[in-house]
């Protein structure tokens, strides 16, 4: 079945390096998000990465995949308060119709000062 | 500027009262749909839209009704709102699963008492 998981909270110091994870089930998945959803806000896109990459640097934020054991992670380095927020994992699937995009439940992460 | 609109922000109704929350996106996209998101469930879809008059279900469908009648808009309606209908709900238009990922509205919080 389709299903991605995220672990739930994540507290870092502000300067360190956050790593944020997430494993997903399905092979046939064609790109791979992260979303970040501030408070009292909608989700953002934040970077993707597609399924034939192995990392993505996109200046403080590295994606890494690894496809043969399906697990996507999202790396901020120097990590500062404005990072705080909700970070969702997705995976687009396709499909005979349309890509269906799956969403992890979020990994809520805290800096603290 | 290219966004998702929806309304109201927040809502609180009492049980039974029929209700719609709309939504609207200026950026021609013809995929949109609804997603209700509750505390350490992530994001559940609950409809959505391929283009206009075509219509699914997505993975929690009951209680709810979706119209689309024209491409911008895509509003969803409660015709007998329940007190498990108490959610944080987001609407979010793209054009499938393809690096731009979706575009979300800022959500609407919805209380029924």
């Known amino acids: 079945g389709e299903d991605v998981e995220q672990s739930l909270f994540l507290s870092v110091r502000e300067g360190d390096s956050s790593v944020i994870n997430c494993t997903y089930t399905?092979?046939?998945?064609?790109?791979l998000y992260w979303y970040k959803q501030e408070p009292g806000a909608g989700l953002q896109l934040l970077t993707y990465?597609?399924?034939?990459?192995d990392m993505k640097q996109d200046q403080r934020l590295t994606v890494l995949l690894n496809k043969k054991d399906k697990h996507l992670s999202l790396r901020i380095a120097d990590t500062q308060t404005g990072d705080s927020a909700i970070y969702f994992c997705?995976?687009?699937?396709?499909?005979?119709?349309?890509?269906?995009?799956?969403f992890g439940p979020g990994t809520s992460l805290s800096v603290i000062p | 500027e290219a966004q998702v609109t929806q309304n109201p922000r927040y809502l609180i109704t009492v049980t039974g009262k029929k209700l719609t929350v709309t939504c609207s996106q200026n950026?021609?996209?013809?995929?949109m749909s609804w997603y209700r998101q509750d505390p350490g469930l992530g994001l559940r879809q609950i409809y959505y839209?391929?283009?206009?008059?075509?219509?699914d279900k997505g993975d929690v469908p009951e209680g709810y009704k979706v119209s689309r009648k024209e491409k911008r808009n895509f509003p969803l309606i409660l015709e007998s709102p329940s007190p498990n209908q108490t959610s944080l709900y987001f609407c979010?238009?793209?054009?499938?699963?393809?690096?731009?990922?979706?575009?979300f509205g800022s959500g609407t919080r919805l209380t029924v008492v």
């Open positions: 839209s391929m283009n206009v008059e075509v219509t």
């Open positions: 950026m021609n996209h013809e995929y």
């Open positions: 979010a238009s793209g054009t499938g699963g393809d690096r731009y990922g979706y575009t």
């Open positions: 997705a995976e687009s699937i396709g499909g005979t119709s349309y890509d269906k995009v799956i």
């Open positions: 990465i597609f399924s034939n990459m």
């Open positions: 399905d092979s046939s998945s064609t790109y």
